[in-house]
């Protein structure tokens, strides 16, 4: 009956925070586009008409105008959509998986092996993110999936000093002092006992993980070492659209206007999370 009511305090708490909720909507509305709109229609993001170049918005046949070759930038948009949030999704849960089990060893055994991992965090921090990730793609092959792989091993030093500290305050706590008396494992302590305790901070930081991966694959498809065309993402679409911003500005408007208000989403509904799973949190 507790954890009820304090499940539904939590819920009162997000529904009480409204750019949370809308942000919600906005995120759905989209992922409906890019996930279902290609099932139901005939989206060809790279059939080319040069007849049809740099269309206008509200053009016949482009409700979202033409690019330099005539394609269409709404279809290439919903199908970059999918790219730039598959990116962003994926490498939140490789990102968290790897910051989670990190984290935990770090705030579970302490001592050497805590101080290696954390001061391996340090290092990681210390690099801009920008220059890590060029680094790391001159060694692998641009694609979606190695997208996801160099984005994740950019971004999971956040989740691992958050989970590293929750564990070590939970660990002195009565419940794991029980645990080992009774004979449990460390594995058993850490996932069963540990972890669930945990989850809040976890769920909150791997939202705010989204919204850096979404910006992180678009500056590196902006920069010509993430996805390569003739695939669009975010990213990669607005690279194209540099040498026609005076004359097609649509072409740049809409791939940033996406991406800003995706990370903004992502932000505020990690914003809710936090405060409806914070019992000292209070929507604003």
Same mark, same amino acid.
């Given at each position: 009956?507790?954890?009820?009511?304090?499940?539904?305090?939590? &819920?009162?708490?997000?529904?009480?925070?409204?750019?949370?909720? *809308?942000? $919600?909507? !906005?995120?759905?509305? &989209?992922?409906?586009?890019?996930?279902?709109?290609?099932? +139901?229609?005939?989206?060809?993001?790279?059939?080319?008409?040069?007849?049809?170049?740099?269309?206008?918005?509200?053009?016949?046949?482009?409700?979202?105008?033409?690019?330099?070759?005539?394609?269409?930038?709404?279809?290439?948009?919903? =199908?970059?959509?999918?790219?730039?949030?598959?990116?962003?999704?994926?490498?939140? $849960?490789?990102? =968290?998986?790897?910051?989670? =089990?990190?984290?935990?060893?770090?705030?579970?055994?302490?001592?050497?092996?805590? *101080?290696?991992?954390?001061?391996?965090?340090?290092?990681?921090?210390? /690099?801009?993110?920008?220059? &890590?990730?060029?680094?790391?793609?001159?060694?692998?092959?641009?694609?979606? #999936?190695?997208?996801?792989?160099?984005?994740?091993?950019?971004?999971?030093?956040? !989740?691992?000093?958050?989970?590293? #500290?929750?564990?070590?305050?939970?660990?002195?706590?009565?419940?794991? *002092?029980?645990?080992?008396?009774?004979?449990?494992?460390?594995?058993?302590?850490? /996932?069963?006992?540990?972890?669930?305790?945990?989850? #809040?901070?976890?769920?909150?930081?791997?939202?705010?993980?989204?919204?850096?991966?979404?910006?992180?694959?678009?500056?590196?498809?902006?920069?010509? /070492?993430?996805?390569?065309?003739? =695939?669009?993402?975010?990213?990669?679409? +607005?690279?194209?659209?540099?040498?026609?911003?005076?004359?097609?500005?649509?072409?740049?408007? $809409?791939?940033?206007?996406?991406?800003?208000?995706?990370?903004?989403? /992502?932000?505020?509904? #990690?914003?809710?999370?936090?405060?409806?799973?914070?019992?000292?949190?209070?929507?604003?």
């Amino acid at each position: 009956m507790k954890s009820f009511t304090r499940k539904n305090t939590a &819920l009162v708490r997000f529904l009480s925070y409204r750019p949370a909720i *809308a942000s $919600l909507l !906005v995120m759905g509305m &989209l992922l409906i586009a890019c996930v279902l709109v290609p099932l +139901l229609v005939d989206i060809d993001d790279k059939r080319i008409s040069l007849k049809s170049r740099f269309l206008a918005p509200l053009s016949d046949g482009f409700l979202l105008g033409s690019d330099e070759l005539g394609r269409s930038v709404l279809a290439r948009l919903i =199908t970059a959509g999918q790219i730039s949030l598959s990116v962003g999704l994926f490498s939140m $849960l490789l990102s =968290t998986m790897i910051g989670v =089990t990190l984290g935990l060893i770090a705030g579970y055994y302490r001592g050497v092996i805590s *101080a290696l991992i954390m001061r391996l965090v340090d290092a990681m921090l210390c /690099f801009p993110t920008i220059f &890590l990730l060029l680094a790391l793609s001159a060694l692998i092959k641009p694609g979606v #999936g190695s997208i996801i792989v160099l984005v994740a091993l950019s971004s999971w030093m956040e !989740v691992t000093r958050v989970v590293e #500290g929750q564990v070590r305050s939970l660990r002195e706590r009565d419940y794991v *002092a029980a645990s080992r008396v009774v004979g449990a494992g460390d594995m058993h302590i850490m /996932f069963r006992e540990i972890l669930p305790n945990a989850i #809040g901070p976890i769920l909150v930081a791997a939202t705010l993980t989204v919204a850096h991966a979404i910006l992180a694959e678009s500056y590196i498809s902006f920069l010509g /070492f993430g996805i390569q065309p003739p =695939t669009p993402s975010w990213g990669n679409m +607005l690279n194209n659209a540099q040498s026609s911003l005076s004359s097609a500005p649509w072409l740049a408007i $809409l791939p940033g206007a996406l991406i800003a208000i995706s990370v903004t989403c /992502f932000n505020f509904i #990690g914003e809710g999370l936090r405060i409806a799973l914070d019992p000292k949190g209070s929507a604003k």
